[in-house]
């Protein structure tokens, strides 16, 4: 991942946190010789890709503190300037007997948190006053700060970036999902679930994929996606060559969540949901008492009246006058009058207008109010 930053351009990336900057304020590169760590930097997947990318590396020697130190206190001047400032910081220590709980303090979340990391890195390659390394760096007057001699290297050939294929590159060092194409788009798979579970609500398409004829499929088949963890909004899969493939989603806070936030956030929604069930089962036996009681209660009713005339209602009479009653149900529900068949609307008249005078408006029949149109329908 930080091989394929570096080479990424920083302007849209510095973009999608709300600064602007320009291309020579953060430059993008690719080396051809990389310092890495013993742990991560000698995984199978870096050395693959510092393998197919043909550069080198140097490492740093095991249990030797001292060769190592630049790099680690250049991460804990970082820290500090940043990281230590945020509420809810560990400063790098252990809580204290009584202390409250640190992730209690955190108030930022990823997308609040990166601007004043960029703001940082900003200031340190642009403004920042550095000790020029070298006489000939001095004598050409190059400007103190870590972009001044970044570029005064390139222009005199000390150093260069190495030309390099985004797109492979991303193959290379994005992390690869497993994803199925479905008829609305490609859904990714849950990393962290053994099994085969889709990540709701990350669905992925273009308008490439759209005139394929790929989503018009009777079954789903799987692929791979590449994906960066901290940006959600696309993905590149292999169709036919690498396609980049965008987020689907009304809601635009998605979009600045990393993969592991959208992951605990859709696992809290599953226990959520899955202690809700208990809920559920409670609603319906509780629906279920509660018609028993009424269904006795109208029992009761009905034994009680037929006990007074003495007869029980024939299944015709059951059966009259539901037409009748529908359209009182109508009434009632609606509102709005319901005039029998025979009725038929007066014409208004029109009274005579004298000159000079206002004319007078006759209000208009409004129909049958709610008892007329109950009367009305009973007599039919």
């Keep these: 991942m930080a091989i394929l930053h570096a080479a990424e351009d920083k302007v849209a990336y510095c973009e999608r946190f709300g600064i602007k900057i320009q291309p020579g304020e953060w430059h993008a590169m690719t080396f051809r010789q990389f310092v890495m760590d013993n742990g991560e930097g000698k995984g199978q997947l870096a050395m693959r890709a510092l393998e197919e990318m043909e550069v080198g590396a140097s490492f740093g020697a095991a249990y030797d503190a001292i060769n190592k130190s630049p790099l680690e206190s250049r991460h804990a001047s970082t820290q500090t300037h940043v990281d ?27 997308f609040e948190y990166m601007p004043r990391l960029i703001r940082h890195v900003l200031y340190h390659n642009n403004e920042e006053i550095i000790t020029l390394p070298t006489i000939e760096m001095r004598r050409d007057g190059v400007e103190p700060t870590r972009r001044g001699v970044v570029e005064w290297m390139v222009a005199n050939g000390y150093t260069t970036s190495a030309p390099t294929d985004l797109q492979a590159l991303r193959i290379r060092c994005l992390p690869r999902l497993q994803a199925c194409i479905q008829p609305d788009g490609i859904h990714l798979y849950d990393p962290t679930y053994s099994g085969k579970r889709i990540i709701r609500q990350l669905v992925y398409s273009s308008d490439w994929l759209q005139r394929s004829g790929s989503l018009a499929r009777s079954r789903r088949w799987t692929l791979e996606a590449h994906i960066n963890p901290s940006d959600l909004s696309r993905i590149w899969v292999n169709l036919g060559g690498l396609k980049c493939m965008s987020l689907k989603s009304p809601d635009p806070d998605l979009k600045e969540l990393t993969l592991m936030d959208w992951l605990t956030i859709s696992g809290d929604d599953r226990l959520r949901l899955f202690l809700d069930k208990a809920n559920k089962v409670q609603e319906g036996v509780d629906a279920v008492a509660s018609l028993k009681r009424v269904i006795k209660v109208a029992n009761k009713e009905r034994n009680a009246e037929i006990k007074a005339t003495g007869t029980k209602p024939t299944r015709s009479e059951l059966k009259r006058e539901r037409r009748s009653n529908t359209v009182l149900e109508r009434v009632a529900m609606t509102g709005i009058p319901t005039g029998s068949k025979h009725t038929r609307p007066h014409a208004e008249s029109h009274a005579k207008e004298d000159w000079g005078t206002e004319p007078t408006m006759q209000p208009a029949g409004l129909g049958l109010d709610l008892m007329q149109a109950i009367r009305a329908s009973r007599k039919q």
């Design 84 to 110: 230590h400032l945020m509420p809810g910081s560990t400063m790098g220590k252990r809580a204290a007997r009584g202390e409250p709980c640190r992730a209690s303090l955190a108030r930022l979340n990823f």
